[in-house]
């Protein structure tokens, strides 16, 4: 059996496979109002629980949805926007919303001070995800050094765990690895210390084994706690512009930042793997093979809205009647308007730092 590392080992690019051998539901966006683009346009593709929080969502009853910001760089790549994305969903549909900073997992496993991971999500994370369309306003917020219930229930999983238990999740079991995943779990469960109610996680695939975790460790502590288990919601990885399964860091060509100049972006689109022939003979005769065209699929993931509108380009391509220079020349311009709307919206975050919500402790 396959292991995913949510700290960056490959993952298979079969999701098919991921959702059988993993025991994940496979998405349903039938289940859910006013499905997102991502959820419509199965980029979400698996669920855990997804029942119970499309129940919570029509019958308005309490439900949170939680994310982390790891502040180990002074950017991000164009794909996390995705979690955003999906935690704004939950958060329009009547979650309690709540985004931890996660500065002792950047500690452990990176090497970053809490200090400079402060520094980090202040300057650019927190205002970054208002950018992309978090309302600050319905938000709560949290440094993990500073939350001291999410440091006992940490402690707490600690003690449910064995050391086989914790290799058969995530691969290995060095001490920093450990002291992030327990932690994890304490910010998966602090905000049900408050009210117990359903919680929603989205992540990408990879960050699986951390919910998986957290769900062994409410079976287990059912004496002491009645906590729900974590419900997940997986969307697939945004693919690297050189054809690899994901955007990563580590290939600046294949990979677009937020922020990054339009101009820097657009000469790696125009770069990207495409599924244009080799000819433009061949093109017009046989069309474009959409599924290989890196371009088409930031369309389809990122930067068209409008379902007709993607599908027209799609037919065109796929028929021939469109080229590749004419996708990718679409790509750009579309780039070229998200990342300036970001750059303003980013400045404008930054400016309103001081009216967020953060948790407190004494």
Avoid at 124 to 145: E, M, N
Avoid at 285 to 301: P, Q, R, S, T, Y
Wanted: overall charge positive; proline content about 5%; glycine content about 6%.
């Amino acid at each position: 059996m396959a292991v995913i590392d949510p700290w960056g080992a490959e993952l298979h690019a079969d999701y098919e496979k991921i959702v059988k051998q993993f025991g994940l539901e496979v998405f349903d966006a039938s289940a859910f109002p006013q499905p997102n683009r991502l959820m419509r346009r199965k980029v979400v593709f698996a669920a855990r629980d997804q029942k119970l929080i499309a129940d919570c969502i029509k019958k308005k009853k309490p439900y949170y949805a939680l994310t982390g910001i790891m502040p180990t760089a002074d950017k991000v790549h164009f794909g996390n926007k995705m979690v955003v994305e999906q935690l704004k969903y939950f958060q329009d549909h009547g979650a309690k919303t709540f985004i931890l900073i996660a500065d002792l997992e950047a500690a452990t496993t990176r090497g970053v001070s809490l200090e400079t991971a402060r520094k980090r999500a202040l300057d650019f994370h927190i205002p970054a995800y208002i950018a992309l369309g978090l309302d600050p306003k319905k938000t709560t917020f949290y440094f993990q050094s500073e939350n001291k219930d999410v440091v006992h229930l940490a402690y707490e999983a600690a003690q449910k765990i064995t050391l086989n238990e914790f290799k058969a999740v995530y691969g290995s079991a060095d001490p920093s690895r450990i002291m992030a995943a327990v932690t994890q779990v304490g910010d998966i469960l602090f905000p049900q210390l408050t009210e117990r109610m359903p919680g929603v996680i989205p992540v990408g695939i990879d960050q699986d084994p951390h919910i998986r975790l957290t769900r062994d460790v409410v079976a287990r502590t059912k004496t002491t706690h009645n906590f729900f288990p974590p419900a997940g919601i997986y969307h697939k990885f945004t693919p690297s512009l050189s054809g690899g399964l994901k955007m990563s860091k580590s290939q600046p060509a294949g990979n677009i930042d937020l922020p990054e100049d339009p101009l820097d972006a657009c000469k790696k689109i125009l770069k990207a793997v495409s599924g244009g022939r080799k000819t433009l003979e061949e093109q017009r005769k046989l069309g474009a093979e959409v599924e290989k065209d890196m371009a088409f699929e930031l369309l389809k993931m990122h930067l068209i809205e409008d379902d007709k509108t993607l599908n027209k380009i799609y037919a065109d391509y796929k028929s021939g009647k469109m080229l590749t220079s004419e996708l990718k020349q679409i790509a750009c311009e579309k780039m070229t308007s998200f990342l300036n709307d970001f750059t303003t919206k980013l400045e404008k975050a930054r400016k309103h730092l001081d009216a967020l919500t953060f948790i407190t402790f004494h």
